[in-house]
């Protein structure tokens, strides 16, 4: 799966490799609509671009860490795929 602006993504408040661990997401929406309400943070693409790589490559990414505080960042599908493990086990 290539990541692109396209591509639908949730926020959680708190920094874990699990984000079922952070409960319910505080946002979604595509990654474009994240940068777009985050242009200060991230003002040109070359800016978002590593985000974007390490969604990419590990589906889910940690962001902040300043003022603003951590969040997880994932895709959809990893969001899915940790719900599917979760039910596996008997825990969902």
Known sequence: MTIDI?????LFVGHVKNP?????????????EFWQSNQEAYPTWGDIRPLLDELDEYHHAHIGGGAGGDFTICTASFLAAARARTEGQGNG
């Not at 396209?6 to 949730?10: E, I, K």
């Not at 079922?20 to 474009?32: I, K, S």
């Open 6 to 10: 396209t591509t639908t993504v949730h």
């Open 20 to 32: 079922l661990d952070l409960g319910e997401p505080e946002w979604t929406g595509t990654l474009g």
